[in-house]
Structure formats: C-alpha cells, structure tokens
C-alpha cells in the first residue's frame, strides 16, 4: 500500500494535483483508511504512473480519462521518442517492483543492457528509476520485501557498470567510500561511487560492515581527502550519535561526509568537517563540485 507522497514521489506528479484528478476525473479512485486516509494499492500506482506518462507527451487529462485501462496502455507503447521508451522502461521497473517480480525485474534491465549497453542502461534506466524511488530508499518507506527481492539484481548490475567504466581521473580530490559496521545496506553506496568514478574522481571503495579500526588502518595508506558514507538503518547496538562523534574525534584531517536516512533524525549540533547530504539533489551537488 502506499500514501499520497509516495505516489507523488514515484511518479513526479504533486499530490495536490493527484487530489484534484480524482475529484474531477474516474481513473484514479484511492482507497480510504478508517481515519478517512487515503491509500493506494499496486494496481493504483501502475494506472497513475501510465497516465502521468501520456500527460507528459501531450495528451490532455480529460481525454485520458475517457480511455479505457487497455487503450491507456496500449497508447503508452505507442510513444515513440527516446525519453518516452526510457520513462516506460524505468515505470515497467516499478511496476515489477511493486509486484515482487524478481525475474521480470531483471529481464526488462537485460534487455536493455543487449540493445544500449551496461553503462547507457545504468544512466537512462537505473539511475532514473532509483531517483524515483529515492526518497522511499533514502527514508526505509520502501517494503523491505520488495527491497531484497531487486536490491542483488541492481547491485549486480552497478557493479558491472563500474567496472566497466573507463575514465580518466579529472579532480584531484581521493574519496574513501565505506558503510559503518552493522550497516549492509549497499546500494546507494554504490549508486554514489559509479558517479563518482564517472565524474572523474579518485575511489576506494571498502564496502558494507567496516568496523572502525579497519577504516583507519585504509585511511593512513590511502590518505584520502573525503571519508564518504551511507546509513540507513540502525544495526544492533549502532548508535547513530556516537557513530558522528567517534568520526569526529578519530579523523582530523578529513572532511567526512554522511547521507541517508539518519541524517534527517539527528538533533544534535553536527561537528564543522563532518556534512551532511540529506537527499539525493545534495549528493549529486556535492560530486558536481569535485
């Protein structure tokens, strides 16, 4: 099930808009909570996703409204410019998403790779659909179900995507990429370093579950300029406060940089060299500033 802002945030369209489509319009009729809250269900998304679609290549609300869900769709194949197939593209992944279709999931990402390549499907297919449900990620508001269920298919793909990237280092500044130990959740953390090693800039990357220790020993060998992390949910016995302050006190010298989900919890003053990104747009403004 999902709320009014998930909707918005899954298919860019404002949830005061949504609202006034389903007073005037028949498409779109949400189900109500007993507190009078409205929820949406798979089918729902799929209807809204489709019709935000057509809308955004030029067919007017009130003549989508009088189509049947089959013409909605079949018009929807019948788009034929290159943002349009990657949009439907990238709304067939949610779609499966929402649907715990695993194996669906990775066939349409594989067609894909056989007809553009591994780093065009990163860029025009994973890349949108992972802003798209970004904000679900970043905050834990997606199904963790659902999550499991595509989180190795994707995995698997942006690490082949990275590999296959052959850049040239164009910034001088080095970035050390690790999640905190107790963390596993690895996919943004990935997400952020193929941008990374796009833009030009120097990587290591240790990956999920470094105890501290560990860290340290890689940072006086490698002797980066950034410490970069990702934390999402809370491990047991992981203190996101004492987490901040142990990073504080241990590295001096580094600006040390913190994104997802507990970034927006913590209350307390954030210590001068440590930054936090606390959405997807600061993240990709802080690797456009490298």
């Given amino acids: 099930m999902f709320t009014i802002r998930d909707i918005e945030n899954l298919s860019g369209i404002k949830a005061h808009t949504i609202r006034i489509w389903e007073q005037r319009y028949s498409f779109l009729k949400p189900k109500r909570s007993c507190t009078n809250i409205r929820f949406y269900n798979s089918d729902d998304l799929k209807v809204i996703l489709n019709i935000s679609l057509l809308n955004k290549h030029g067919y007017k609300i009130s003549q989508i409204d009088k189509m049947s869900r ?3 769709f079949e018009n929807v194949l019948s788009l034929a410019d290159a943002e349009a197939k990657t949009d439907i593209v990238v709304n067939q992944l949610l779609g499966l998403m929402v649907a715990f279709d695993e194996i669906g999931f990775e066939k349409a990402i594989n067609k894909y790779i ?10 025009e297919i994973l890349f949108p659909f992972l802003d798209k449900v970004g904000i ?3 905050t834990n508001h997606i199904n963790p179900a659902q999550e499991r269920l595509i989180s190795n298919v994707i995995r698997q793909k942006i690490i082949t995507g990275i590999d ?3 850049s040239k280092i164009t910034s001088s500044s080095k970035i050390c990429l690790f999640l905190p130990e107790g963390e596993y959740h690895e996919i943004s953390l990935l997400y952020i370093a193929f941008l990374l090693k796009k833009k030009g800039v120097s990587i290591t990357y240790l990956g999920a579950n470094i105890p501290l220790a560990e860290l340290k020993t890689v940072v ?3 002797k980066p300029d950034y410490l970069y992390t990702h934390v999402t949910t809370t491990g047991h016995g992981f203190n996101f406060e004492k987490f901040v302050a142990s990073m504080n006190k241990e590295f001096k010298n580094i600006t040390i940089i913190i994104s997802g989900r507990l970034t927006s919890a913590y209350v307390k003053k954030i210590p ?3 930054t936090f990104k606390k959405s997807l747009a600061d993240v990709k403004e802080f690797i456009n500033s490298l």
Avoid: R, Y
């Fill in 164 to 166: 296959s990237l052959v």
């Fill in 136 to 138: 679900l990620w970043l």
């Fill in 70 to 72: 089959e013409t909605i």
């Fill in 220 to 222: 006086d060998v490698k």
């Fill in 272 to 274: 001068q060299k440590i």
């Fill in 114 to 123: 056989a007809a553009a390549g591994i780093e065009k499907a990163i860029l």
